[in-house]
């Protein structure tokens, strides 16, 4: 199984630019979520999804729009590219076993917008 | 969301116990405490979570105080290898995590 994979794993752009994210699970888990780390920051949660067609806003969900169409992807677009967006994006799918949630995490994609 | 407070790093010698330390004094009834650490230039990892009881696996112990207000992760024999960020997490809805500042682990040869 791959578990999480994240593509691309590097990217940059112009302020401005809109781009997508892809995250892809092959685990079968209702839920996934999208994260922002700066550095030396810890993980903030963007968007999260309970399953496919329901998303929901996390702390800092601005800037960012998500879908939710399949079990499997949860892809995140940014529409109009700031710097203030240069982070590394990491796509978490999660199992819930009655209160105890398990993440599994995807390898990152660095983002720098210049 | 419950919130947690951990100190913002430690420091260890190689092979000899590390006791993180985790204050979560909001904590309700039904809260579990987990446990993610991130290596270098990784995505966070599971490690080990518990409710009440104290939790043993093969990465590490927690032990969870009786009034359940703050927790503590046990590595028996820390390793170069356990040099992480260390994140104890109270979850809330169903499938969100939030993630605070973590304790920045160095271990020293």
């Known amino acids: 199984n791959a578990g999480v994979t994240q593509t691309p794993k590097f990217q940059v752009l112009k302020t401005g630019q809109s781009m997508t994210l892809q995250c892809a699970q092959d685990m079968n888990h209702e839920y996934m979520s999208w994260y922002r780390q700066d550095p030396g920051m810890g993980l903030r949660l963007i968007h999260y999804s309970v399953g496919a067609g329901i998303t929901d806003q996390g702390e800092v969900p601005n800037g960012y729009n998500v879908s939710r169409s399949t079990t499997e992807d949860f892809p995140l677009r940014l529409l109009s590219a700031a710097p203030s967006q240069t982070s590394v994006y990491f796509c978490?799918?999660?199992?819930?076993?009655?209160?105890?949630?398990?993440?599994?995490f995807g390898q990152g994609t660095r983002l720098t917008v210049v | 969301d419950a919130k947690t407070t951990q100190p913002n790093s430690m420091e260890s010698n190689e092979e000899e116990p590390v006791h993180l330390p985790c204050n979560h004094s909001t904590i309700s009834g039904t809260d579990y405490i987990h446990w993610y650490r991130q290596l270098p230039s990784q995505g966070p990892e599971y490690v080990i979570h518990g409710l009440t009881s104290n939790v043993n696996n093969r990465m590490a112990s927690l032990a969870i105080a009786e009034d359940r207000k703050s927790s503590t992760l046990i590595l028996h024999r820390a390793t170069l290898r356990d040099a992480a960020v260390y994140y104890c997490?109270?979850?809330?809805?169903?499938?969100?995590?939030?993630f605070g500042q973590g304790t920045t682990l160095q271990v020293k040869p």
């Open positions: 997490i109270l979850k809330g809805k169903p499938g969100k995590l939030i």
């Open positions: 978490a799918s999660n199992i819930d076993r009655g209160g105890f949630t398990e993440a599994f």
